[in-house]
């Protein structure tokens, strides 16, 4: 018997003691694994043995680290970019109300999620990846930042919040996933946000996963995109404000009250345990265009090569057209305004740069061009 063999039997005939950390993302892991069986006809019960599954992973975490934590950021992978949970939607054409008693008439874009290979996904952003989740108590709600990764443009956050007896700090239903994302609501006394040194903030839409998420427990996908891009060493955090009251009493009072309660408002800074900044590309066409890529957000300077005047370049509304086109002839049609298409997380206009953080990961290798408008930018 070589070793090898020998480490594997002496291991398996251990009792194995599972973290309740360990336990929920293994049994989390297995979950998204048996929805997929379920569509390939082939049917394993992959529950039925955490002894020798928890074994069987601290074997592969000893020969094939990579494989390992690409099952630990499962619940990353999927809840970003996958389409395990996450619905694709057609156009809905509905009303709104007007705020003058009237109905207006809107359209919400269509959305389309794809399937994750989160082995291509680990290749692409694992090594940035953060995989130490952060546990923080706030008053009766527990906030777990499960995985967090970012580029100069934008960032990924996924987490969890919990209450027992129910979740209030927080509201989300699939309604908000296709328009606005989730609130704070005016029950909450605290706020938590990311941001970068004092002056860079970051604008976020929260998606609730409504299949996973019970009343007690939010499972939390938040598309970032920052005000200004990051530099070289600058490293986001999280920022935690506790009110002395709620937010709808905060907010109900005068002027002079407010300043009184903003006084009492504490502030707590986490920081992150950040891998560094997942690699930015650029194509500069001088004044005929520019643009910053990555494989989880594009940002385009709309002041070049768009035609638009000044004015026009700070409103993202002039972005008609976005496509990333691949080397092999298929394509990610990230928005199309004329066909009610947003296949996004997320968008931000800042200054005069569209950002938008993307819905599915981009293999940068593979991009043949990405065209804005009518503005083809090739990929050299």
């Known amino acids: 018997m070589n070793r090898t063999e020998k480490q594997m039997k002496d291991v398996l005939s251990q009792e194995i003691r599972v973290s309740e950390t360990v336990n929920q993302r293994l049994q989390e892991t297995y979950e998204i694994l048996e929805k997929r069986q379920k569509t390939s006809g082939k049917r394993y019960s992959y529950k039925k043995n955490l002894h020798v ?13 990579t494989v390992v934590y690409a099952s630990v950021k499962t619940g990353f992978f999927e809840g970003m970019f996958g389409n395990t949970t996450k619905k ?51 008053g009766d709600h527990t906030l777990t930042i499960e995985s967090f990764a970012y580029d100069k443009n934008g960032a990924l956050l996924y987490f969890t919040l919990g209450r027992e007896g129910g979740v209030k700090a927080l509201a989300g239903n699939e309604e908000t996933n296709l328009t606005k994302g989730a609130v704070f609501t005016d029950e909450a006394d605290f706020y938590f946000s990311l941001n970068c040194k004092d002056d860079i903030f970051a604008g976020e839409n929260i998606y609730i996963d409504m299949e996973k998420s019970t009343d007690e427990m939010l499972y939390c996908s938040e598309y970032i995109l920052w005000s200004d891009s990051l530099k070289e060493g600058d490293i986001p955090q999280l920022s935690i404000e506790k009110y002395p009251c709620t937010r709808g009493e905060m907010y109900a009072v005068s002027e002079e009250e407010f300043q009184e309660i903003s006084a009492e408002i504490q502030t707590e800074t986490v920081a992150l345990p950040v891998k560094g900044q997942i690699p930015v590309k650029s194509i500069d066409l001088g004044e005929g265009g520019y643009l910053e890529y990555s494989p989880v957000s594009l940002s385009v300077d709309m002041s070049k090569g768009m035609g638009l005047s000044a004015e026009e370049a700070q409103d993202p509304y002039y972005l008609q057209y976005l496509e990333i086109r691949y080397k092999d002839g298929s394509s990610y049609i990230v928005s199309d305004r004329e066909k009610c298409i947003e296949n996004n997380g997320y968008v931000f206009g800042v200054d005069t740069w569209y950002k938008t953080a993307l819905n599915r990961l981009v293999d940068t290798d593979e991009i043949a061009e990405i065209i804005v408008n009518e503005v083809h930018f090739p990929v050299e």
């Open 53 to 65: 599954a928890a074994a069987v992973a601290a074997i592969v975490c000893c020969a094939v680290p």
């Open 88 to 138: 694709s939607t057609d156009v809905i054409h509905t009303e709104i109300d007007d705020g003058k008693g009237g109905k207006v008439a809107v359209d919400i874009p269509s959305k389309e999620y794809v399937a994750v290979d989160e082995e291509k996904a680990d290749e692409l952003i694992g090594q940035w990846v953060m995989d130490e989740p952060i546990v923080k108590k706030i």
